[in-house]
């Protein structure tokens, strides 16, 4: 016989682990976009396309001046955008099937 309050304590640990992993997602498959707001990233499945509003808001409630990212593909290494307040870095020896050698570097 399973209690009452353990399907309660399941539902709530299952809304965590959700909660959890759904942050990770947003975390590793989250993407700028040009314009303002956000939309899913229907692409990767996971994740949020994010604006320079979003970006704006993030770096001023967080007191930062630059927020680097990564796990996008950029032809150059890295790219800009939203204003030089998004960096994405990106590691291109190991992309697809094809091997340059090439990785970025970045100095703080």
Same mark, same amino acid.
């Given at each position: 016989?399973?209690?009452? +309050?353990? &399907?309660? !304590? *399941?539902? +709530?640990?299952?809304?965590?682990? +959700?909660?959890? +992993?759904?942050?990770? *997602?947003d975390?590793l498959w989250?993407?700028?976009?040009?314009?303002?707001?956000c939309?899913?990233?229907?692409?990767?499945?996971?994740?949020?396309? !994010?604006?320079?509003?979003v970006?704006?808001n993030?770096?001023?409630?967080?007191? *930062?001046? *630059?927020?680097?990212r990564? &796990?996008?593909?950029?032809?150059?290494?890295?790219? !800009?955008? &939203?204003?030089?307040?998004?960096?994405s870095?990106?590691?291109?020896? !190991?992309?697809?099937?094809?091997?340059?050698?090439?990785?970025?570097?970045?100095h703080?």
């Amino acid at each position: 016989m399973i209690f009452p +309050w353990f &399907h309660v !304590f *399941l539902v +709530w640990c299952l809304s965590e682990i +959700w909660s959890s +992993w759904y942050q990770v *997602l947003d975390l590793l498959w989250s993407d700028p976009r040009a314009g303002n707001g956000c939309s899913p990233n229907l692409f990767r499945g996971g994740g949020s396309y !994010f604006g320079a509003d979003v970006t704006e808001n993030f770096l001023a409630a967080n007191n *930062l001046k *630059l927020l680097i990212r990564s &796990h996008e593909c950029k032809a150059e290494g890295y790219e !800009f955008t &939203h204003g030089g307040q998004v960096k994405s870095v990106f590691d291109k020896g !190991f992309q697809a099937n094809y091997f340059t050698g090439d990785m970025y570097i970045m100095h703080l």
